[in-house]
């Protein structure tokens, strides 16, 4: 479904990514671990049409994604939940949603999926008319999450969605992912939490420094002894 | 090093040639422009400081022309010899200039252009108001009027302006108005006391702009008070340096050159005023396309050539 | 003595109500794009004369032509933004500002000569058989000019309320202005927003310079002032508050107003004056949000 070949991307005049290829299957949750600095936000961006990899190529069910401006991307059905949550401050939480709608295709399937997304969290219901900025970190992650779920996507990609949040809540959080993936959307996950992230994702990249340094089925990754040593110590649990 | 020698001769050549100018021609023409050019190197060199190297876009600069024209011409219609009449109306904007200079540089970016701005509005309306009759030279100054020695103050004020610009383009002060200008947060982290560096800069940057009044002053027939603080004397500089390459020392050169010559040829054509027109596509596509202004469209003149022999 | 306190506040409502629309294309510029367009009156200024034109050669009355000129308008701002400002809108926020301040530089440079060009630099002003004329309550004069202009701004002010709220199109606006990386993730076209933003803010300063040319005189070198006169309203209402700027406008319009009783022809220096403590004291105006 996704096919990352080959790509470099640069932050103005500084590589970011060497060479990163990377694929995931229709109906996957896909993770991407990695430690702060080492280009996973970058490769989500570019995936999503916010930065051009100066070599390679983004495949999304056969169109250059690479190609396409950010907009497009999103009508092509790849939505992205950025680390900083992407959400409007001073519009109500119920107008964080409808934006998220945008596209065609969210607009025209945007009561079905409100009410989806409300049946996950309930809290976004209650909430509706307050200011987005006002919401606590764990509701901010739930309205980000929501709002990309508006767009009506085919890959869902989350940048760090359990950052700063308690325990209680990022399970929360793992939980609706656990459904949105049962109902049909792909999922690209970055985290730093390793050990959540490989217990619900099927497979997982390991990226360093702008490259891709290993990647596997998570069982073995779980079981591998450099994984555990660099990242299964640092679990923030 | 030969290159420098090479730099050095050319440039006391041409200095040379305008020295000697009013002795070898006595059509007025020439040495009216010549001298109204000399002015706009004194005056554009003087915003190229603070606009150019220090990077902080200062749309009030006809203030501190005001305030040296003010101050010089009514000190020498006084009786107070020349020298001094200039140097106080020099001293009296660098006064003004430190005055708000510290309030002025509280604010970034935007409000600092509309604040600088909207200052040089007040003052331009307050002495309309005040000194709203025109004041023009005595008859026995009139009897005596000569473009030269005018012609040579200028040249004097525009050899001071380029020599000051020099320093500092070769100077500690120089580099750390630079890091302020590409990026003022991380030259804070670097150590440098951004206030000091700023109001220096604007210090160095209102005095020859007091004196570039001062010397208008004395050149005008007749002036209406008003006028000195005209907008038009904060954006023909701003033209000539962007156009002639903002931040370099032969920037504003080439421009007030440029801007000169441009301006007269146009007057013969167009009808007046059009050339401001001109002048403003100009100053769009070098904004668009050319941000290093005509200096850079001569090096690459230059690097074509050379590479055609 | 009430009579003259109140023809005083009235007027002032008169002036800031336009102060208010010759501000509010600014600042939805401003807010939307981080773009300052310092020739915005120069625009002002060419639907003064675009009004103009209708109203001499095809007696059409200015307020009834209003929505041509703001069709118009709102052509030539999205030709304008596609030529010279798009490319200054690619660029990252701060050389952004910069570049887009000596572009409207720029054009301050341009757009007067090319009035005076196509309409001599001679003064003109909109002059339909009401102008000037008035009616009278308790003492006080109302002209039906200036509330004219009143009644636009009001109008104005509703329908871009309601437009920023209650359509998806206006809500993406808002949304491009809080946070321009979230909607683009949101699939929206930021290039195409920024157009159409341009466009509104350019269409919006023809309909003040209808406006104001019913009140004022015609000239080709009218914009800067007004330029000025905007920038002040956008700043005190706090760059970004788009509905702010109406009672800062207001609010200026009736210090105005008082102080021109005391201060005479130093009024426009003391409005200046206080916009500048304003612009030391609180930087974000009254209702900007830091």
């Known amino acids: 479904m996704l096919e990352v070949s080959n790509i470099d991307v640069y932050h103005g005049d500084l590589k970011a990514l060497w060479n990163i290829s990377l694929n995931l299957n229709e109906g996957e949750i896909v993770a991407l671990i990695g430690s702060n600095g080492a280009g996973k936000s970058t490769l989500l961006e570019t995936i999503a049409g916010l930065l051009i990899p100066a070599t390679g190529r983004v495949l999304f069910n056969g169109v250059r994604l690479d190609k396409e401006p950010s907009q497009r991307v999103v009508q092509l059905g790849v939505s992205l939940v950025p680390e900083d949550r992407g959400i409007f401050p001073y519009m109500s939480v119920l107008e964080n949603l409808e934006l998220g709608a945008f596209n065609k295709r969210g607009r025209r399937l945007k009561d079905e999926t409100l009410k989806f997304v409300y049946g996950l969290f309930p809290i976004l219901k209650d909430r509706g008319s307050q200011p987005a900025g006002t ?93 555990r040593h660099a990242y299964l110590g640092t679990i923030d649990i | 090093m030969t290159g420098n020698w090479k730099r050095i001769s050319v440039g006391g050549g041409i200095l040379a040639l305008l020295v000697i100018l009013p002795l070898i021609t006595t059509r007025s023409d020439i040495l009216t422009w010549s001298c109204l050019t000399l002015q706009y190197i004194l005056l554009s060199q003087s915003w190229n400081i603070i606009g150019g190297y220090a990077g902080q876009v200062n749309l009030g600069h006809a203030a501190f022309f005001g305030l040296g024209a003010l101050t010089t011409r009514y000190l020498w219609l006084s009786a107070l010899p020349l020298p001094f009449a200039l140097l106080a109306g020099a001293l009296m904007a660098t006064a003004f200039a430190l005055l708000i200079g510290i ?62 610009v020099y320093g500092i383009h070769h100077s500690k002060l120089g580099l750390g108005l630079i890091a302020i200008r590409e990026n003022e947060d991380a030259a804070k982290t670097s150590g440098v006391n951004i206030l000091k560096y700023k109001l220096v800069a604007l210090a160095i940057s209102t005095f020859p702009a007091g004196l570039a009044g001062g010397i208008f002053a004395f050149y005008m027939i007749a002036i209406q008070p008003g006028y000195v603080f005209a907008p038009v004397w904060t954006f023909d500089p701003v033209i000539i340096v962007f156009i002639g390459g903002i931040g370099t020392i032969i920037g504003p050169l080439i421009g007030s050159i440029f801007f000169v010559l441009l301006k007269q040829w146009m007057s013969l054509y167009l009808p007046g005023g059009f050339h401001l027109a001109v002048f403003g596509v100009l100053f769009i596509v070098v904004v668009l396309y050319l941000p290093n202004g005509l200096v850079e469209v001569i090096r690459r003149h230059t690097k074509l050539i050379k590479t055609f022999g | 003595m009430f009579e003259f306190l109140a023809q005083t506040f009235v007027n002032g409502i008169n002036v800031g ?167 683009k993730l949101s699939g929206i076209d930021i290039d195409r927003t920024f157009m ?68 005479g022809p130093y009024t426009i220096a003391i409005g200046m004056l206080i916009f500048l403590i304003i612009l030391m004291v609180r930087p974000q105006g009254l209702f900007g949000r830091t």
């Open chain 1, 135 to 227: 919401l606590s970190g764990g509701e901010q992650q739930m309205l980000a999450i929501g709002k990309g779920l508006l767009s009506k996507p085919k890959l869902l990609m989350l940048d760090e969605p359990s950052m700063g949040l308690a325990p209680l809540v990022t399970r929360n959080i793992f939980e609706a992912i656990y459904q949105i993936n049962r109902i049909g959307v792909s999922i690209l996950l970055v985290e730093q939490n390793v050990r959540i992230t490989l217990s619900i994702a099927s497979r997982a990249y390991i990226i360093e420094n702008g490259r891709i340094v290993h990647h596997g089925d998570s069982k073995n990754l779980l079981n591998d002894e450099q994984v």
């Open chain 2, 103 to 164: 309030p002025a540089f509280r604010l970034r970016g935007i409000y600092f252009v509309i604040g600088t701005l909207v200052l040089a509005e007040i003052l331009k309306v307050v002495v309309d108001t005040r000194l709203p009759v025109a004041s023009v030279l005595p008859a026995p100054i009139l009897a005596t009027y000569s473009v030269v020695p005018r012609y040579y103050i200028s040249l004097i004020g525009a050899v001071l302006a380029v020599a000051t």
């Open chain 3, 17 to 183: 109500a336009l102060y208010g629309l010759a501000a509010v294309g600014l600042s939805l510029i401003f807010g939307v794009m981080r773009i300052l367009n310092v020739a915005h009156g120069e625009f002002l200024m060419i639907g003064g004369y675009v009004g103009f034109w209708l109203f001499t050669l095809y007696g059409l009355d200015p307020f009834i032509g209003l929505p041509l000129v703001v069709i118009f308008l709102f052509l030539f701002g999205a030709a304008f933004y596609k030529v010279v400002f798009a490319r200054v809108a690619k660029f990252h926020e701060e050389l952004r500002l910069k570049n887009s301040l000596l572009i409207g530089f720029g054009l301050y440079l341009i757009f007067p000569q090319i009035a005076m060009l196509l309409w001599t630099p001679d003064e003109r002003a909109i002059s339909p058989v009401y102008s000037g004329k008035a009616f009278d309550i308790l003492g006080i004069r109302f002209g039906y000019v200036p509330l004219g202009g009143v009644l636009v701004a009001l109008i104005v002010i509703i329908g871009l309320q309601l437009f920023l709220t209650q359509t998806y199109f206006g809500k993406s606006l808002r949304g491009t202005a809080e946070n321009w990386k979230a909607a």
């Open chain 3, 196 to 263: 159409i933003t341009f466009a509104l803010g350019i269409s919006l300063a023809g309909l003040a310079g209808v406006i104001i040319s019913l009140i004022q005189e015609l000239t080709p070198v009218m914009g800067m002032p007004w330029t000025l006169k905007a920038l002040i309203v956008v700043v005190l209402a706090g760059m970004g508050s788009i509905g702010g700027v109406f009672i800062a406008g207001l609010i200026l319009g009736i210090v105005e107003a008082v102080s021109a009783i005391f201060m």
